[in-house]
C-alpha cells in the first residue's frame, strides 16, 4: 500500500448562521445518534475513498442533494450556496468566457496522484489591519512574508474567509475556508501570477487564531479598522511548515471575477478547528460567498506528502 492508501487525515470542524435560512440546526436526538455512530476521534481510514469520521457525501447523490457542512458531532447543516444570491461577487456557476482551469474545485482522494514540488515557506508576524469587504473578510499582511513553489517566490498580500467551503474534499462542503493570497513579482507585460494556500476548517474548539481579529471586524460594509497594537502571526495557525506538511495542488482561477487562470492552488490536508458561533459570526458579515466547483477539465489533482510522512 502506498503513502496514498491512507485517508488524508482531515480534522474536522465547523457550521455558520446566514440571513437566510441556508442552516438547519439537528435535534439532541439526531446529533447524539451521529455522536454514538460515528465516535468521539477520526482515525485514519485506509482507502482514499472512505469520508470524514466514518461518512460520505454520495458521488451518484441527484442535484438536490444537499452536502453536509461536517459529518460527525457537529450541530448544523450547511446547504450548498445558492448561485443566485452573490452573482455580482462571481460566486456562481459561469462559464462563459471562462477557461477550462476554474476554481475551485471538487478533491476526489481516490483520483489524486503524488506530486513533487519543491517549496519553501516563510512566513512573519503582520499588523492587525482587518477588513469588511461586504463580500468577504480581509486582513492585509505585512510585506516579507512568502512561499517559494518550483522557483517562483509568491509574496504574501493578504488573507479572507469564504463561508461555506469553496473547495470540497470527497463531496464535502466544509463550513470555513481561509485563503491565503501569495502574488509573484510580475514582470513587464506578463500577468499576475499566484499561489493561493486553502486551509478548511470542521466545527470544534474554538481558534484562537481566528478569535485575536473576531470582534476588530467593522459592521459596516467596506470599512477596515487598523489595530496597531494587535499582531497577527500566521506560524500560530499553521505550526508546520508547508514542507513538512501534505497538500494537495493543483492548476487553477481565481474563484472571484476576473477568475484569472494563474493559479497555483495548494489545499492543506490538515482541516482545523473553529467554534460554531466564529462560524457564525463570519457569516453573517459576508453571507454564503462560496463559489460552486468548477469541472476539472481533465486536470490531475496531485497530494504531496511533507517531510514528516
Same mark, same amino acid.
Given at each position: ?56 457525501a454520495p458521488h451518484d447523490a441527484g442535484p438536490?442533494?444537499?452536502?453536509? *457542512? ?182 487553477? *482561477? ?7 487562470e494563474s493559479v497555483q492552488w495548494m489545499v ?26 468548477? *469541472? ?14
Amino acid at each position: 500500500m502506498t503513502r496514498r492508501g491512507f485517508l488524508t487525515r482531515l480534522r474536522y470542524e465547523g457550521p455558520m448562521a446566514t440571513r437566510t435560512p441556508r442552516f438547519a440546526v439537528l435535534p439532541a436526538s439526531v446529533l447524539m445518534g451521529m455522536l454514538v455512530a460515528c465516535g468521539a476521534e477520526a482515525e485514519p481510514v485506509e482507502g482514499h475513498e472512505a469520508a470524514v469520521h466514518g461518512a460520505t457525501a454520495p458521488h451518484d447523490a441527484g442535484p438536490g442533494f444537499d452536502h453536509l *457542512s461536517a459529518v460527525c458531532g457537529d450541530a448544523v447543516i450547511a446547504h450548498s450556496p445558492d448561485a443566485l444570491s452573490a452573482t455580482e461577487h462571481g460566486y456562481s456557476i459561469d462559464a462563459v468566457g471562462n477557461g477550462l482551469r476554474q476554481s475551485p474545485v471538487n478533491i476526489r482522494t481516490r483520483d489524486v496522484v503524488d506530486g513533487d514540488h519543491a517549496i519553501e515557506q516563510h512566513y512573519g508576524t503582520s499588523t492587525e489591519r482587518v477588513q469588511n469587504k461586504g463580500h468577504t473578510v480581509q486582513l492585509d499582511y505585512d510585506a516579507g512574508s512568502w512561499v517559494q513553489f518550483d522557483g517562483v517566490r509568491y509574496e504574501l498580500a493578504q488573507f479572507h474567509f469564504h463561508t461555506p467551503s469553496e473547495h470540497h474534499i470527497d463531496g464535502l462542503t466544509f463550513p470555513l475556508e481561509m485563503h491565503l493570497v501569495h502574488v509573484a513579482e510580475a514582470k513587464e507585460g506578463e500577468s499576475p501570477r499566484y499561489l493561493v494556500v486553502g486551509v478548511l476548517f470542521r466545527e470544534g474548539m474554538p481558534s484562537q487564531f481566528i478569535d485575536r481579529f473576531l470582534h476588530e471586524i467593522p459592521e459596516e460594509a467596506h470599512q477596515g479598522k487598523e489595530v496597531p497594537e494587535a499582531e497577527i502571526d500566521l506560524e500560530e495557525l499553521i505550526g508546520e511548515r508547508f514542507e513538512d506538511s501534505a497538500f494537495y495542488h493543483y492548476k487553477g *482561477s481565481l474563484t472571484t471575477p476576473p477568475y484569472t487562470e494563474s493559479v497555483q492552488w495548494m489545499v492543506l490536508e490538515r482541516v482545523y478547528q473553529v467554534a460554531p458561533e466564529q462560524v457564525q459570526r463570519l457569516n453573517r458579515i459576508e453571507g454564503n460567498n462560496a463559489r460552486h466547483v468548477q *469541472s476539472l477539465e481533465g486536470r490531475q489533482v496531485e497530494i504531496q506528502f511533507g517531510d514528516d510522512r
